[in-house]
């Protein structure tokens, strides 16, 4: 992951997550979370409440220690393909980076390996991956409970998502619109 302008990282960051696993240690406020909320926006994230945050602008770097606020935020997140994406044209790619831009005027840019897109296009690349919004490779704190209290029909969300079968119920509803 390649971060720039993103909430605590003013510099540009650039970050491994090799094989295995892998933890962020540090002492409190020192940016952990702020980790994960950029994977999560480049992801496409939507609601700047799930991201810890009052407006989507609140990502960007406000300043610190007598540093200017950044003008734009940008987020890459480079991932391998192990054969989950089967949209195309990305399917046979064994890498994928997604980008994300958010410019102070409110402006933002989608990238899918540096050639703009449509979040919409994002969403699709990762539906069925178990990477797409809502899905269930973030955990975080409260979503086991969340999970043991949904109802019946909305643990069958993450169930559907899980066995792959969320791409062919969006094609559905959308041949059922035409
Ligand atoms: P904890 O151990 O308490 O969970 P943490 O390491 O997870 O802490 P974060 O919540 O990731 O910490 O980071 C919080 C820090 O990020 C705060 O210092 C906050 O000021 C800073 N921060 C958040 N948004 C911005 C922004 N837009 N610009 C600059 N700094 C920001
Ligand atoms: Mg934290």
Redesign the pocket.
């Known amino acids: 992951m390649d971060i720039i302008g993103f909430?605590?990282f003013?510099d540009r960051t650039i970050m491994d997550f090799p094989e295995g696993l892998c933890a962020v240690v540090?002492?409190?406020?020192?940016?952990?979370?702020?980790?994960v909320?950029a994977v999560r926006w480049a992801l496409g994230e939507q609601s700047a409440r799930q991201l810890?945050?009052q407006s989507m602008e609140?990502?960007?770097?406000?300043?610190?220690d007598g540093r200017k606020?950044a003008g734009l935020a940008e987020v890459n997140v480079v991932f391998e393909n192990d054969g989950s994406v089967t949209a195309e044209p990305y399917a046979g790619l064994s890498e994928i980076m997604v980008t994300r831009r958010l410019y102070r005027n409110g402006d933002s840019e989608y990238r899918i390996n540096k050639m703009p897109c449509r979040l919409k296009d994002i969403q699709q690349v990762l539906m069925d991956t178990g990477l797409g919004n809502r899905a269930y490779a973030i955990i975080e704190q409260g979503r086991v409970a969340a999970f043991i209290e949904a109802k019946p029909i909305e643990r069958r969300l993450w169930v559907e998502e899980a066995a792959g079968i969320t791409r062919f119920k969006n094609q559905k509803k959308v041949s059922l619109r035409k």
């Not at 540090?26 to 980790?35: E, H, I, M």
């Open positions: 909430k605590s003013a540090g002492p409190n406020g020192c940016g952990k979370s702020n980790v909320d810890r945050g609140d990502v960007i770097f406000n300043g610190a606020p």
